[in-house]
């Protein structure tokens, strides 16, 4: 039996100035080795329960254990176990990508051999080899997009958490990016946790799947198992199936 990746138990989280929990006793547990998806609506909570796993909320309630360390006591111990790719970019757009993973090579504590190795590696396999040394303030959304992914996987991650890796790019990005994803878990043993609103591509990275709304977990399983069960052909039919066809974006 594999091991716990991120374990949650009896999770509780309310926004400062706010009345209503965004969670209220949810649990769940990702293995070692899954490549997760966490899908829902906008407003579902799911960005809110990516910052909770990464530490960068505090939650008020409950636990949320990476690799079996307790978040809240263990963040400085616990940063180097895992990897985060956010939606936003998080790096220095006056930088070239080789300066950027240098930075955030240092600052995850590795070596200065440690850190040409890897850059040279990550820039060839991600296709940015030709502008290691060019400033990233000129590049276009979707070499950005790969250098935000280069710098999340730096420190060899055991654990990787993806919020909308590829929104924005072109097709021959996503499946790039979808690729490179799919063999740092084959090949490396890395546990992915994503999210997104590509269902299509959910389809092809995700062996695993919940969905959230309203703060609640409402389905976990296999997505071949859950289609199964509610009698649906994909993700996009599950998914409207289990939140509804009203509007969600306001």
Known sequence: MSNAAVSINHLGFTYPGQSSSCFSNLSLTVQEGERFGLFGPNGAGK????????????YQQGSIKLLGYEIANHKKSVNKLFGYVPQDFSFYQELSPAENLAFFGAWAGLQKNEIKNKTTELLEVLGLADVRNKRVEQFSGGMKRRVNLAIGVMHNPRVLFLDEPTVGVDVHTRHAIINYLIKLNEEGGTTLIYTSHQLAEAEEL???????????????????????????????????????????DS
């Open 47 to 58: 960005t809110t329960l990516m910052h909770c796993m990464t530490g960068l909320l505090s």
């Open 206 to 248: 995700c062996n695993k799947v919940a969905l959230i709304d309203d703060g609640r977990i409402i389905a976990h399983d296999t997505l071949q198992q859950l289609v199964a069960d509610y009698k649906e052909e994909g993700l996009e039919g599950l998914f409207i199936n289990l939140t509804g066809k009203s509007f969600r």
